[in-house]
């Protein structure tokens, strides 16, 4: 029988408010514990959650994103369970109405298109943190428990541990993109849990699902995913389906596998039902018009879009649009240089980067504006400078704050293109270097490149190359 | 309506954390049947056109802006606490979920 994988993702997501899901504790990370807790969030009694607006318009934002429907009218549910993560003993979620539901995102996976529909994204409230001792006890504390928590649930569509890592990489960057979430894996502001078992399509035939948790990066997604699916394979490929049963397993990243961690006999029964503490929503068609007509240009159209408008390729687009700020920088960049996008893509990919990588800064405080970047590149194309002086010029422009102008002028850098100047160290060049000039002369024409780089050594690379290179040739031949 | 099976009551004390003797069991089945079937009076009224109700004001969209509040402190927070260590909840160990 033709079992194939069967895997659905679900993502929680903290969304980047700075107060809680139902009330104004900040949701700031690293705080003293148990310090962003106020009588709602700690489940007093008396205490009523009211519902924070931003936190709405980012779900309504992230369901516009995956081109899902937004409810016109929903509701949150209680979702009751026994855990010291919780301090109410139930958590405000949403059930059979969702927020936004009925979406898709659309991939490309190994130059394969693949579509992944999305069930729905909805909001709910995030847990506490349990610190479990080894003398015995459990430390709770709060800070966590009620930041705005968007879950994003996919129908089982992948096939692959590639497709799950394409989807997570795509998503995050949307997310980014968008402005609703940090989405930090190793801060946990962005978990999945993928659930996997084998399918086989024609007759139904299925083993038992399998979720996995403990994943904090997208790799670990990925090895885990991988090495679920082989162990399914292999106990199926030997006869031991009967050893697979529903369960969840957790991800050993030290050992590279996934073990058990409890068997599933159940379904879980949360008793959930509607969260008579809070009316229900109704988002103003308008105000979710505004959301979805403000959302912008995603990742992977803005990459698509950068191929054709700019002709650049396919690996230049991907690196510029993994962030919103660095792509805006190149578009910006490009529109002031007016001239090969290539040359501001390979700048922006290369020197710059690296120098803002050394010195810890992102691209949005870069201290190389990108009309700076623009002029200096201006100066490549009229021949003022070399490349090569350029790169230095650009280390300067970041240290000093300077124009390209104003260093070049300072440094005296300009490039020598005046004939008479180039002249004489060229007649110096052929008179110490006889042999190479009748290398040239013989026919031998890579003997010039030689001669060519000892008038730039000459001129400490302040010549004009290709005026250097013309008139060489003329000289050695005899003709100038 | 008949007495609630056996597994249901163990069941629903089950998820509500609590342990029942035999006889809470057997009292209980006839007990939650009594409940039930009085509640089983609204099953003759036909709702098909009525939206399920959560909140009996008619109101909705009611929100908050994002704006950060006064919290408590740690020791506020924890001062109702059966016991505590620092400023954290102390509890008894749980198995993880
Ligand atoms: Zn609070």
């Known amino acids: ?480 | 309506m008949p007495d609630v099976a056996r597994d249901v009551v163990e069941h629903v004390s089950t998820l509500a954390r609590l342990a029942l003797s035999s006889e809470e069991i057997d009292r209980l089945q006839h007990e939650m049947g009594r409940i039930l079937e009085h509640a089983d009076k609204l099953q003759a009224v036909n709702t098909d056109a009525i939206q399920g109700t959560s909140h009996v004001i008619p109101m909705i969209n009611v929100y908050r802006e994002d704006q950060v509040g006064e919290s408590l402190t740690p020791e506020e927070v924890v001062a109702n606490a059966p016991d505590s260590a620092d400023e954290f909840f102390k509890v008894p160990r749980t198995v993880e979920e």
Request: glycine residues 6%; hydrophobic residues 35%; charged residues 25%.
């Open chain 1, 1 to 480: 029988m033709a079992m194939e994988p069967m895997i659905g993702l679900e993502v929680h997501v903290q969304l980047a408010t700075e107060s809680k899901m139902f009330c104004a504790c900040s949701t700031k990370f690293g705080a003293e514990p148990n310090s962003n807790v106020c009588p709602s969030c700690l489940g007093l009694p008396g205490s009523l959650p009211v519902p924070n607006r931003k936190a709405v318009e980012y779900v309504i934002r992230t369901g516009a994103a995956l081109n899902c429907s937004v409810a016109d009218h929903c509701r949150f549910a209680r979702k009751n369970y026994f855990y010291p993560d919780l301090t109410k003993n139930f958590q405000i979620s949403q059930y059979d109405e969702p927020l936004t539901y009925n979406g898709y995102i659309d991939l490309k996976v190994n130059g394969e298109p693949v579509r992944i529909r999305i069930r729905r994204a909805h909001l709910e409230e995030d847990t506490g943190k349990n610190l479990h001792l080894a003398s015995g006890s459990t430390l709770v504390e709060y800070n966590r428990g009620g930041i705005p928590l968007m879950e994003i649930v996919t129908e089982p569509d992948f096939t692959t541990a590639e497709q799950c890592r394409e989807y997570l990489t795509q998503l995050r960057l949307i997310l980014r993109c968008i402005g609703v979430s940090t989405a930090n894996m190793d801060e946990g502001a962005m978990r999945a849990e993928p659930t996997v078992n084998l399918n086989d399509r024609a007759t139904g035939e299925a083993t038992p699902k399998v979720e996995i948790k403990n994943l904090n990066s997208i790799r670990s997604v990925y090895e885990a995913v991988k090495y679920e699916i082989s162990r399914q394979r292999k106990a199926v490929a030997e006869g031991r389906e009967g050893e697979l049963f529903q369960q969840t397993r957790r991800w050993d990243e030290s050992n590279g596998v996934t073990a058990l961690m409890r068997r599933k006999e159940t379904s879980d029964d949360y008793m959930y039902f509607p969260e008579p503490d809070l009316v229900p929503l109704e988002p103003d068609p308008a105000w979710v018009e505004s959301i979805v007509s403000s959302c912008p240009e995603l990742p992977a159209a803005r990459c698509e879009r950068f191929c054709t408008e700019y002709a650049i390729p396919e690996y230049d687009a991907t690196v510029l649009t993994e962030s919103r700020e660095l792509a805006d920088y190149f578009e910006d960049a490009c529109k002031a240089f007016e001239g090969a996008a290539k040359t501001v893509s390979n700048w922006v990919m290369g020197d710059l980067t690296s120098l803002l990588h050394e010195a810890g800064v992102s691209i949005a405080q870069s201290p190389v504006s990108c009309e700076r970047l623009a002029e200096l590149l201006k100066l490549i194309d009229e021949n003022v400078i070399s490349g090569k002086i350029a790169k230095d010029v650009l280390a300067k422009m970041f240290e000093s704050g300077k124009s390209a102008a104003e260093i070049v002028k300072e440094e005296g850098l300009e490039q020598i293109s005046d004939t008479s100047a180039l002249e004489s160290v060229i007649d110096e060049v052929i008179a110490e270097n006889p042999g190479p000039v009748e290398d040239v002369r013989g026919g031998k024409q890579q003997a010039i490149g030689f001669l060519v780089g000892q008038v730039m050594r000459k001129t400490q690379g302040q010549a004009n190359p290709g005026m250097v290179n013309e008139m060489l040739s003329r000289k050695v031949k005899g003709e100038g």
